[in-house]
């Protein structure tokens, strides 16, 4: 059973009557939305598919916490704008012009950005909020002024989960609201009084302005978090909301907010999953939307195809940390990605019941892709320049055949991939013979290349071929250990007189699809005259 079945399981069982289930995820607009933030939407997607295979409804809602403050200018912002945007903390990143002067807000522009590429990977939300036009509107009047009514007793929850001695002064003063200041718009605001129904505030700002906010009138007030989240529950009517491991932890903001949403807006708390973060091999440092240090959902997708990247996400339980690769890795996660999808297909009893449910979950039915394998792209890439009309005709060299609509896809990640990551793993066959390195070579590794170019000019499919390739360092007499490493100095041996590498492709397939006629003129003529065998 998929980790997302069980979970639904639970909704089921905490809600025996409900036929629909409203899951939300959240997110802020800080900066970029990288692919930890994305790891909250993948957790409402997997269980929202669960529990519609158990034949209930549901409502996916995404809301951006889009009037939360600007904190601190991303790092990655241009370099001319970052002084500039100094100038913007303490503003709503509503309020926060795009510095990249395409969209209406710094809010817009990344929310826009992510929803574009959620699209792209096949998830929609039935209802995406924008905090700031949530709280402007004043839908939110009754929750604000309920928490203003119940503050001091919201002072006492917050208390029982910090380390500080209670203060009788500090509850006294104590708001849970901040105001945006009516004539700078930042929050760096102090309420100074609260009318005795809690609809109107009085309060004064650095910037010197003094004067009121009336709850029910006006929108430039906000909920702190903690007490924020519960409030939006109630509107909502969540019952299941993931969160990372920070939210998760005793001391977190669900534990708090869940006994706010008790003991002060009389609802029950969704049920939560906590999950862990997720990295970038290689990258060290916490992916964070503002600090620029991060991934996006766009830049993934260049990369992997949206069932890779589902197949990446869903494979791990939410409690497992874990990295996601755009180094050398990749093709190997196309090559695992690959087996159990064809498998999956095939009906392959040998998938065992986790992979199983897990491509259920991905798949859902859909009808069998065609999939290129991405190891070979690679080197017919190299080869031909990443022209599709040979890397067509190659593959048919090699025993495969694939419409050039079918590489396409693949074909496109392959190119951004080498290029942006990988530019080491671009090859390129030799000009000419390389006898140099040709003359270092003992009696005996120059017979294989010898044996090499006569085994080249036979016809043969890439299976007997890789077995003759196997074979000619291989001797009879030799034990396991010396026949291994004899095949080892014979395949970087070759590599080296094709490709100036140690390392390469399958050497069968390379051989197939460049073609004997084209690798011969540079070998050949190193063995000319050699008589060893």
Same mark, same amino acid.
């Given at each position: 059973m998929h980790w997302s079945d069980e979970v639904a399981k639970k909704l089921i069982s905490l809600h025996p009557d409900k036929e629909e289930f409203v899951l939300a995820a959240g997110t802020s607009p800080s900066g970029t939305v990288h692919i930890g933030n994305f790891r909250d939407a993948v957790t409402v997607y997997f269980v929202a598919k669960a529990l519609r295979s158990q034949g209930k409804k549901t409502v996916l809602l995404l809301s951006w916490d889009d009037y939360d403050r600007f904190r601190k200018v991303p790092k990655n912002l241009p370099e001319d704008k970052i002084k500039e945007y100094e100038n913007y903390i303490g503003l709503p990143y509503s309020a926060v012009p795009d510095p990249f002067g395409c969209h209406a807000s710094?809010?817009?522009?990344?929310?826009?950005?992510?929803?574009?590429?959620?699209?792209?990977?096949?998830?929609?939300?039935?209802?995406?909020?924008?905090?700031?036009?949530?709280?402007?509107?004043?839908?939110?009047? *009754?929750?604000? !002024?309920?928490? %203003?009514?119940?503050?001091?007793? !919201?002072?006492? !929850?917050?208390?029982?989960?910090?380390?500080?001695?209670?203060?009788?002064?500090?509850?006294?003063?104590?708001?849970?609201?901040?105001?945006?200041?009516?004539?700078?718009?930042?929050?760096?605001?102090?309420?100074?009084? %609260?009318?005795? *129904?809690?609809?109107?505030?009085?309060?004064?700002?650095?910037?010197?302005?003094?004067?009121?906010?009336?709850i029910s009138e006006q929108g430039n007030s906000k909920l702190p978090w903690k007490v924020d989240w519960p409030m939006r529950w109630t509107y909502e009517g969540v019952d299941f909301e993931p969160g990372g491991k920070d939210h998760a932890s005793p001391q977190g903001s669900y534990q708090v907010s869940r006994i706010i949403a008790k003991k002060i807006y009389n609802i029950y708390e969704p049920l939560f999953q906590g999950y862990e973060f997720i990295g970038i091999k290689g990258l060290t440092g916490k992916m964070s939307g503002s600090s620029g240090l991060n991934i996006n959902l766009e830049e993934l997708l260049k990369i992997y195809p949206p069932e890779i990247i589902w197949w990446i996400y869903a494979k791990k339980t939410p409690n497992e940390a874990f990295d996601i690769s755009l180094g050398d890795d990749v093709p190997r996660i196309y090559g695992e990605f690959d087996r159990v999808y064809e498998n999956y297909y095939k009906n392959d009893e040998s998938l065992d019941e986790i992979t199983k449910s897990t491509l259920d979950i991905i798949l859902d039915g859909s009808p069998k892709k065609v999939n290129p394998p991405f190891s070979i792209l690679l080197t017919l890439y190299s080869i031909s320049n990443g022209k599709i009309d040979m890397i067509e005709e190659m593959f048919t060299k090699i025993g495969m055949s694939f419409k050039a609509e079918e590489l396409k896809e693949r074909l496109d990640k392959v190119a951004y991939w080498l290029q942006k990551y990988a530019p080491n793993m671009l090859m390129k066959l030799n000009t000419?013979?390389?006898?140099?390195?040709?003359?270092?070579?003992?009696?005996?590794?120059?017979?294989?290349?010898?044996?090499?170019?006569?085994? /080249?000019?036979?016809?043969?499919?890439?299976?007997?071929?890789?077995?003759?390739?196997?074979?000619?360092?291989?001797?009879?007499?030799?034990?396991?250990?010396?026949?291994?490493?004899?095949?080892?100095?014979?395949?970087?041996?070759?590599?080296? %007189?094709?490709?100036?590498?140690?390392?390469?492709?399958?050497?069968?397939?390379? /051989? %197939?699809?460049?073609?004997?006629?084209?690798?011969?003129?540079?070998?050949?003529?190193?063995?000319?005259?050699?008589?060893?065998?």
């Open positions: 710094y809010a817009e522009h990344y929310e826009k950005e992510y929803e574009e590429s959620l699209k792209k990977i096949g998830l929609e939300f039935d209802i995406i909020r924008y905090q700031s036009k949530e709280y402007m509107s004043g839908r939110y009047k *009754d929750g604000i !002024i309920t928490a %203003l009514k119940n503050r001091k007793e !919201i002072y006492d !929850i917050m208390q029982e989960f910090k380390t500080q001695e209670y203060s009788a002064e500090e509850r006294e003063n104590f708001y849970p609201l901040s105001i945006y200041c009516d004539k700078c718009g930042k929050d760096t605001t102090k309420i100074t009084e %609260l009318s005795s *129904d809690c609809n109107v505030v009085g309060y004064s700002c650095k910037c010197g302005n003094v004067s009121t906010v009336n000419s013979p390389d006898f140099e390195y040709f003359e270092t070579l003992d009696d005996e590794v120059k017979g294989w290349v010898k044996a090499f170019c006569d085994l /080249i000019k036979i016809k043969m499919d890439s299976e007997e071929l890789t077995t003759q390739l196997y074979a000619i360092p291989k001797k009879e007499s030799a034990d396991n250990k010396e026949n291994k490493k004899n095949q080892l100095l014979f395949f970087k041996t070759m590599y080296r %007189l094709l490709i100036g590498e140690d390392k390469g492709p399958m050497l069968s397939t390379l /051989i %197939l699809a460049v073609g004997s006629e084209n690798i011969l003129p540079i070998v050949e003529p190193l063995v000319a005259g050699n008589t060893n065998n």
